[in-house]
């Protein structure tokens, strides 16, 4: 007899599971490159304003659930890594190569967006670039690999159920038995991490990296101390600048506090899976744009007083732009913005990851 968890039928479940996991986090993965990075075609609406909320909070924590899966199948399949004669055939070398190049680029895909979610990086590349890439070589290598298998994943599908009195001396566990514990672990990993998204499951989010509260009860990822921008987020000649068709114009925070104000209740989402619903209230970005006679379809780019950086700028769409959503917000929670949170000015935009939320702006161009 087989050892439990090493019968073909459960490396089919265990396949079949891993796929959908793999799936909902290769969609979203791509939404949240796509967003940032955006080809021509693709468009990204501004409402439902959760959007993006729900769709990184899937590709976080499918990645997660995958994690186990992983960790179990290759229990299942172990014995046959190892079989010999190594290569027999060629549909059999093909099936061996996608299989080392899908174990490798899923174990790296999964451990990197670990130490993602912990923003933790102990290596020298740029994580979104490389995980990206990679992604594909696992989507590729799965989809090989499951092309050469489709064979013996029907066979192992279709068979009987093992009765109890079949299971011998030596197992200790049943099949179901063994797909069960996978199953209470993936619900265990999930439960102790979705609480980053999910509101009601915050509490028992133990390993949430964002779960607990920062400056004014939001979640800090990037504070303005470390941004290098805490003296001149405070500086009370602080202006903001705006260039449209008709020219440049600048404001005071007393100036942009004359515009008439607005308040929405907005999530911060970001790309490392957390999310939390916040008030936000400022001066509506469609109202600055008028100011320098920026056209309704205006595409802009808003400049941070950080420097440097990979998100120290970002471009909003048109459809973003127009969105009565859409502040430049200077209040948080009915206070002004914490130093940490954008002080004294950030933008504010609907269904938008929250590295594109720019803090401590400096210049609003229309492009």
Known sequence: MTRAGREPVTAGHLGMWLAVTFGLCMITGLISHGIQHPPGWFHWPSRPVNLYRVTQGVHVISGIAAIPLLAAKLWSVAPKLFERPVVRSLPH????????????????????????????????????????AVGWIAVGSLLLHAAVKIPVFRRALGEPREPAAQRGPG??????????????????????????????LREVAV???????????????????????LDSAQDTGWRLEVRGP?????????????????????????????????????????????????????????????????????????THAADPLTLLALRLGGEPLHPDHGFPCRLIAPNRPGVMQTKWLRRVEVL
């Open 93 to 132: 070398l093909l099936e061996r190569l996608s299989l080392l190049v899908l174990v490798t680029s899923a174990s790296f895909e999964l451990l990197t967006g670990l130490f993602n979610i912990a923003q933790n990086y102990p290596w020298n590349f740029y994580f979104p670039q490389v995980h990206f």
């Open 171 to 200: 197992r200790l566990v049943s099949r179901r038995g063994f797909l069960g514990v996978t199953a209470l672990s993936v619900g265990t990993a999930v439960t102790v991490t979705a609480g980053m998204t999910v509101p009601w």
């Open 207 to 229: 390993l949430g990296t964002r779960s607990r509260l920062g400056a004014q009860g939001l979640p800090v990822n990037r504070t303005a101390a470390a941004a290098g921008v």
């Open 246 to 318: 008709r020219g440049v114009r600048t404001f005071s925070l007393p100036e942009l506090e004359s515009f008439t104000q607005f308040t929405a209740e907005l999530p911060i989402a970001c790309v490392e899976g957390w999310s939390q619903q916040a008030v936000w209230s400022g001066v509506r970005l469609a109202d600055v744009l008028r100011a320098v006679g920026a056209p309704a379809d205006a595409q802009v780019r808003v400049s941070s007083l950080e420097a440097a950086g990979p998100y120290s700028s970002s471009v909003v769409a048109p």
